[in-house]
């Protein structure tokens, strides 16, 4: 049973172009969480969705910023027209339920975005 | 708004002895809590957690203690291992069927010979 999957690990963007970042949840997981890890910094909450649905996004920025969990498919976070500012580590969680007992997320591995 | 605070960015600690991490928190919401264990370069893994219906969960070197009234937890490794040398964050979420997980800001154990 695979982890949870991020890709790609490490992308470069040159300021202005937009970055996708992909994450394949756990088998039989249906939530997804991401978050964002500035240098020196703890795990910021940014959006929480289950398939085809948006639950909590009150973490993410207003512009710019967007994900997705489609049906079929990985979650997506894409960010336009990316600024230095967006440099940070990405990780992608999942959990097969909210609440009770079971709500420990598996992490995946992260991207880590790097903005020139 | 910092919902779960852990006061302690670093802790050193001897190899063998106990090691003591802490974490507040203020929302009163809150009846599940988690401590994740981080290596540089790598995702966050899951170390332990508990119920509010309880006050302590035991696993092998690490056990964690809740305090509700306090609204405060604390992770305990015993003995402390060069292994154990990471950062550890604490996290906490409610048990209403749509909710996040929020994370502590770290804290950074340096686990000494």
């Known amino acids: 049973n695979a982890g949870v999957m991020q890709n790609p690990r490490h992308l470069v963007r040159r300021r202005g172009q937009e970055a996708r970042l992909r994450c394949s949840p756990m088998?039989?997981?249906?939530?997804v969480y991401w978050y964002r890890q500035l240098p020196e910094e703890g795990l910021k909450f940014m959006v929480y969705?289950?398939?085809?649905?948006?639950?909590?996004e009150s973490g993410m920025p207003k512009e710019r910023f967007s994900a997705e969990f489609p049906k079929e498919g990985p979650s997506i976070l894409r960010i336009q027209q990316v600024v230095r500012g967006d440099s940070a580590a990405y990780f992608c969680?999942?959990?097969?339920?909210?609440?009770?007992?079971?709500?420990?997320?598996?992490f995946g591995q992260g991207t880590r975005l790097t903005v020139v | 708004d910092q919902q779960v605070k852990q006061n302690s960015p670093s802790l050193s600690v001897q190899e063998g002895r106990i090691s003591i991490l802490n974490c507040d928190y203020t929302?009163?919401?809150?009846?599940?809590f988690l401590w994740y264990k981080k290596y540089p370069a790598e995702g966050p893994t899951f170390l332990i957690s508990?119920?509010?219906?309880?006050d302590k969960n035991e696993d092998g070197r690490f056990t964690v203690f809740l305090n509700k009234s306090a609204k405060h937890l604390s992770l305990h490794i015993v003995p402390s291992q060069p292994g154990d040398s990471a950062v550890y964050f604490c996290?906490?979420?409610?048990?209403?069927?749509?909710?996040?997980?929020?994370f502590g800001s770290g804290t950074r154990l340096s686990i000494r010979p």
């Open positions: 996290a906490a979420s409610s048990g209403s069927s749509a909710s996040k997980i929020i």
């Open positions: 929302n009163s919401m809150f009846d599940y």
């Open positions: 969680a999942s959990s097969p339920l909210a609440g009770g007992d079971s709500t420990e997320a598996f």
């Open positions: 969705l289950q398939k085809e649905n948006i639950i909590d």
């Open positions: 508990i119920s509010s219906i309880k």
């Open positions: 088998k039989g997981h249906s939530h």
